[in-house]
T-cell receptor, first 112, second 113 residues
Framework: EPEVTQTPSHQVTQMGQEVILRCVPISNHLYFYWYRQILGQKVEFLVSFYNNEISEKSEIFDDQFSVERPDGSNFTLKIRSTKLEDSAMYFC??????????FGDGTRLSIL | EDKVVQSPLSLVVHEGDTVTLNCSYEVTNFRSLLWYKQEKKAPTFLFMLTSSGIEKKSGRLSSILDKKELFSILNITATQTGDSAVYLCAVEAKFDSNYQLIWGAGTKLIIKP
């Protein structure tokens, strides 16, 4: 069964550094999402992406965040200057038209 | 403000018991309600519900939606230790031209042997 894959599974970074989290959505999906989940808290929506542009973003998704679909398969989340409070599990999801979202296994981001 | 509320927050039962997990919502522009199971990593899709009163089943799991009373339940019969997980309810709502998931806090289910 096709899966959403995310790399790396764990990223440790110094505060202030840039990080790029990578996702390969399911190949025929058209809608892409990033979520984060701080340890012990709810899943929070960050951003949705369709037709090569952001279609919706939350208040969390400020100027430090950006997303890209640089080629036909990858979907990346960049955090420009990381803060301690960015430490969380970051999930990528994708879906087809009128289909449920399917999630990757996540990247655990630890900011030191 | 849109919200999704799950209850109970945690539940401990013995293997073989039946459990019912609840999800209520207040969401404008409702499109669908989804149930996910989260173990150590990613939420795994269970059910997508769009119509009231139609039960969806998958093995020992079943779910139903009531759009008038704005809630859904997830039933698990003959529970097994492998059912231990956090069960997440999310409501898909329309914002402008896109759809967004609004998540509940989850129900942590522990099945004791």
């Amino acid at each position: 069964e096709p899966e959403v894959t995310q790399t790396p599974s764990h990223q440790v970074t110094q505060m202030g550094q840039e990080v790029i989290l990578r996702c390969v959505p399911i190949s025929n999906h058209l809608y892409f999402y990033w979520y984060r989940q701080i340890l012990g808290q709810k899943v929070e929506f960050l951003v949705s992406f369709y037709n090569n542009e952001i279609s919706e973003k939350s208040e969390i998704f400020d100027d430090q965040f950006s997303v890209e679909r640089p080629d036909g398969s990858n979907f990346t989340l960049k955090i420009r200057s990381t803060k301690l409070e960015d430490s969380a599990m970051y999930f990528c999801a994708s879906r087809g038209f009128n289909q449920p979202q399917h999630f990757g296994d996540g990247t655990r981001l630890s900011i030191l | 403000e849109d919200k999704v509320v799950q209850s109970p927050l945690s539940l401990v039962v013995h293997e073989g018991d039946t459990v019912t997990l609840n999800c209520s919502y207040e969401v404008t522009n409702f499109r669908s309600l989804l149930w996910y199971k989260q173990e150590k990593k990613a939420p795994t899709f269970l059910f997508m519900l769009t119509s009231s009163g139609i039960e969806k089943k998958s093995g020992r799991l079943s779910s139903i939606l009531d759009k008038k009373e704005l809630f859904s339940i997830l039933n698990i019969t003959a529970t097994q230790t492998g059912d231990s997980a956090v069960y997440l309810c999310a409501v898909e709502a329309k914002f402008d031209s896109n759809y967004q998931l609004i998540w509940g806090a989850g129900t942590k289910l522990i099945i004791k042997p």
